[in-house]
């Protein structure tokens, strides 16, 4: 089991031809994941790393017997992806991994409500997409496939993260501790996004293989505040550990003082670190600050759920 | 009271903004700075901040809910100005 992809998802490249997507389309495929087209306007006809590319994503539909595939990985540039993304839903597209940075916000919160009103799922943006260990990834989450199948081996721990980076670091300190990861999502560090850690518990707690959740969170913004009304309002059967960094920007000295994404700017008292950690505690979740600390909490709050303990 | 920009508008009832108990919840609750007091607490837009909004719906917590006619609305000029629910 595993959420949002698996071995038979199915998924274009938009903006195939890009540098980055040309990488990411070589790690998807070594990994084992079904990339059964891209796109990228006026350069119909080409192949990357043998996928066919199309000028539009209903070229490819055609292409596959009228039959949409599962998601789509958006790489275009800012300026394009809200057309990108539209295009992609409009086609009957249900997963969208939006990679892209620096889209207006304006943009990301028109393809949120289109994705909404057709019933899809965005991850991200500014984001590395979804991985499923040994089966399938789709973004450039893990990078190369050697080095992704090191870092992240099958096991019983759902992750999430606002950092592309973390999820594989935590990911890999969790292999590392034997525990595994059942699904990772990089769910994106901008301030607007298409999944928050809430809106992606109903998934991770209908797959049987995950046991706990492990989140990776910042400074700034809401996200947290929802996880936590959600595990209020919801008798979760999955233990939730948070590492959350950047508590030191709560020191007067570090004022100001700014992360790289663009979700983790700080101005109201709801979204500093120190307020996220007493709101998730008050929650049940404790929040760690090493994150050598997380393989032996997930595994005592495992025992504490199945009775082991 | 009414600001648009490009991305969003925010509409205050006068009744609503002349509260500056409601004036300080908001000014306190908008992680981005779009309320803020005046000299004698009256709540004020501030224009330059709008477009910063991450559609958090904390200015309507703040407010006291999303009923038929809140006191304030967040208005989605991207989406045929829907008003944020």
New interface residues.
């Given amino acids: 089991m595993s959420i949002l992809i698996d071995q038979d998802t199915t998924f274009i490249i938009q903006g195939i031809t890009g540098r980055e997507a040309v990488n990411l389309t070589r790690e998807c495929l070594d990994y084992g994941s079904k990339i059964v087209g891209g796109v990228t306007p006026g350069r119909k006809g080409r192949e990357v790393h043998g996928v066919p590319v199309f000028d539009t994503v209903e070229q490819v539909v055609e292409h596959n017997g009228g039959i949409a595939p599962d998601g789509s990985v958006v790489t275009v540039p800012p300026a394009g992806t809200r057309d990108a993304v539209f295009e992609a839903l409009h086609a009957g597209i249900k997963t969208i991994v939006i990679v892209t940075e620096r889209i207006p916000?304006?943009d990301v919160?028109?393809m949120v409500?289109l994705a909404d009103a057709k019933g899809a799922r965005i991850i991200g943006p500014n984001c590395l997409g979804v991985i499923v260990p040994g089966v399938a990834k789709m973004g450039g989450i893990g990078g190369p496939a050697r080095n992704a199948a090191v870092a992240y081996q099958p096991g019983a721990v759902g992750v999430m993260s606002r950092s592309g980076g973390m999820t594989t670091e935590i990911s890999s300190t969790l292999t590392a501790a034997g525990l595994g990861v059942s699904t990772a999502v990089s769910i994106g560090g901008d301030?607007?996004i298409g999944s928050t850690y809430a809106e992606l518990m109903p998934y991770f707690e209908a797959d049987q293989q995950t046991q706990a959740i492990v989140i990776y969170t910042e400074p700034?913004?809401?996200m947290e505040a929802q996880l936590a009304q959600w595990v209020k309002d919801n008798d979760s059967r999955l233990p939730i550990i948070a590492f959350m960094a950047g508590k030191f920007m709560d020191d007067e000295e570090m004022q100001g003082m700014s992360f790289g994404h663009a979700?983790t700017?700080?101005?109201?008292?709801?979204?500093s670190a120190t307020e996220k950690i007493a709101r998730l505690e008050a929650a049940g979740i404790p929040v760690v600050q090493r994150i050598d600390e997380i393989p032996d909490l997930v595994k005592a709050k495992i025992a504490e759920r199945t009775g082991a303990a | 009271m009414r600001k648009d920009a490009?991305?969003i508008a925010v509409e205050v009832d006068d009744q609503a903004a002349a509260d500056t108990e409601l004036a300080r919840k908001l000014t306190?609750?908008?992680?981005?700075?779009i309320f803020a007091q005046s000299d004698t607490g009256a709540l004020e837009l501030v224009e330059g901040n709008l477009?910063?909004?991450?559609?958090?719906r904390?200015c309507l917590d703040a407010a006291g809910g999303w009923g038929p006619d809140p006191a304030v609305k967040v208005i989605?000029?991207?989406?045929n100005d829907a008003i944020l629910a």
């Fill in positions: 916000r304006r919160a028109m409500e301030a607007i700034g913004g809401r979700g700017i700080v101005e109201g008292k709801e979204d | 490009l991305f306190e609750a908008c992680p981005v700075d477009d910063e909004c991450v559609l958090c904390l989605k000029l991207y989406d």
